[in-house]
C-alpha cells in the first residue's frame, strides 16, 4: 500500500524540515522542495504555498535571511539562509519532537 503523509500532521513540523536543510548551506524554495520530496522518498510533497508561508514565518520570527543570488541563466532567485536563532529554536524542535514522539508511540498499537 502506498501513502502519503497528510499534510496536516506534517503542519507542526515544515519549519523543522526546512531549517534541517538550511543547516547545510543557503538554499532557495523549489530546490528545498525537490529535496523534501527525494529523501521522503515521495512520501511527502511539500505545497508550494504550505513552503513559502514557512519562509515568511520563519523570516518574520528571525530563524532564517532571505537573500538574492543571479543563477547562470541571469535568473534573480531569492534564496535563505539560516540564523543562530534559527539554529537553536531546530534543536528545540528536535528535542519536542523526541518528547511528542515517546508520547505518540504509547498510543500506537501494532495489529
Known amino acids: 500500500m502506498h501513502m502519503n ?40 510533497i511539500i505545497k508550494e504555498t504550505t513552503l513559502y508561508s514557512a519562509f515568511t514565518r520563519l523570516e518574520k520570527n528571525g530563524y532564517i535571511e532571505s537573500f538574492y543570488r543571479t543563477a547562470e541563466n541571469g535568473k534573480r532567485r531569492t534564496y535563505y539562509k539560516i540564523t543562530d536563532t534559527g539554529r537553536q529554536y531546530y534543536q528545540e524542535k528536535c528535542a519536542e519532537w523526541e518528547l511528542t514522539k515517546e508520547v505518540i508511540e504509547r498510543f500506537i498499537h501494532q495489529i
Open 5 to 44: 503523509i497528510s499534510s496536516d500532521v506534517m503542519r507542526g513540523y515544515n519549519d523543522t524540515i526546512i531549517l534541517y536543510f538550511l543547516l547545510e548551506a543557503p538554499s532557495y524554495g523549489y530546490e528545498i522542495s525537490h529535496r523534501i520530496r527525494e529523501l521522503s522518498e515521495e512520501k511527502y
